[in-house]
């Protein structure tokens, strides 16, 4: 099995608030550092109900000083949203902080509402603001490169003494791809969003990759929606709450995390149905057997280097479990390796 990571959109369950949702982060970041994993990125969702990942930036660095060794990050940044000069300072103060740790994952989506980004961005302007040209804005402000006589080739995104932290472009399409390969960046797909177009995406991001300053050779990662249980139809009881989640998100109703049984039992729609067939395409769902299958299958498939598991559930301690026995195959994986080396 190759390395596993984690992808964290701190899930709000019925019953609870937002902040039992980031402490149950920072207590799933702690538990998944001692199984191994290598990465635990944060996610950036703004007025999203049932999703308190409103701040990565804070909760890496909360994260971060929680750990020791698991390198953290923003899974991701949606840079459209955001002063390039402030992510290029804040990153590197994260970097300052924890040296060798901190990813900076960057997409391009709102991470929410239109009018949330209006909210954020403030102006029609900000609205229309290609992550092309700002992510060269942010790597101007880390290494220079505007014109001189240009208004800001002055200013410098502080402390200078470290790195920005490695940068990954996120995405679900070849656009994302394509750009990640032309800019030398490593690549994570979003396979949870767009799973009939993860093999073509990462085969275009290795076929076009241009090596960089930062970074030699393409490394990608598939992120993937994951539910692991002793059985079949305990797993799929773990999806249900997501499943109910999205198709309500997707008909513009409110998107908590419900029980199992509450989600399983839902009168959904004819629409909603539709959406639940897609849904349940995009899941990796069984026992330890199935889901280590499907996990080397997809691996094989894409070519990835890694896979980053999201696991989005009603029950903290049942979303740990499953982490835990997705750590036991990989263990398990990597001693027959060796036996057979």
Do not use: K
Not at 223 to 231: H, M, N, Q, R
Not at 264 to 286: H, K
């Amino acid at each position: 099995m190759i390395p596993l990571s984690v992808l964290d959109l701190s899930p709000v369950p019925s019953g609870s608030v937002g902040s039992d949702a980031l402490r149950n982060s920072v207590d799933l970041a702690r538990r998944v550092e001692a199984l191994g994993y290598r990465r635990y990125w944060l996610a950036e969702h703004h007025s999203t109900p049932g999703l308190a990942s409103s701040a990565p930036e804070v909760m890496i660095g909360h994260i971060a000083s929680a750990t020791s060794s698991i390198r953290v990050g923003s899974g991701g940044i949606m840079l459209p949203n955001h002063s390039p000069l402030r992510i290029a300072e804040t990153f590197r103060v994260l970097e300052a902080l924890h040296p060798g740790r901190i990813d900076l994952g960057i997409g391009r989506a709102p991470g929410g509402t239109p009018a949330a980004a209006y909210a954020l961005r403030r102006s029609a302007e900000a609205m229309e603001a290609d992550l092309p040209s700002l992510l060269a804005e942010m790597s101007a402000y880390v290494h220079g490169g505007l014109p001189e006589g240009h208004p800001l080739a002055q200013v410098r995104a502080l402390p200078d003494d470290v790195p920005l932290p490695p940068v990954w472009i996120l995405g679900s399409t070849t656009d994302s791809a394509a750009l990640a390969a032309s800019l030398g960046t490593g690549y994570a797909f979003a396979h949870h969003l767009g799973p009939r177009r993860a093999a073509e995406a990462m085969a275009l991001y290795r076929d076009e990759f241009q090596p960089s300053p930062g970074l030699a050779e393409p490394r990608s990662i598939l992120t993937v929606s994951a539910f692991c249980a002793e059985t079949e139809e305990e797993a799929r009881a773990l999806a249900w709450p997501l499943a109910l989640s999205v198709a309500r998100m997707r008909s513009g109703q409110a998107a908590d995390l419900s029980p199992p049984d509450e989600a399983a039992a839902y009168p959904y729609t004819p629409g909603q149905q539709r959406q639940l067939e897609r849904f349940w395409r995009a899941q990796i769902v069984g026992d330890p057997s199935q889901v280590s299958d499907r996990l080397r299958a997809l691996a094989e498939e894409t070519s990835a280097d890694e896979l980053m598991l999201m696991t989005t559930t009603w029950d903290h301690a049942a979303r740990c479990r499953s982490y835990e026995l997705l750590a036991e195959l990989a263990a398990q994986a990597g001693r027959s390796g060796a036996a057979r080396g």
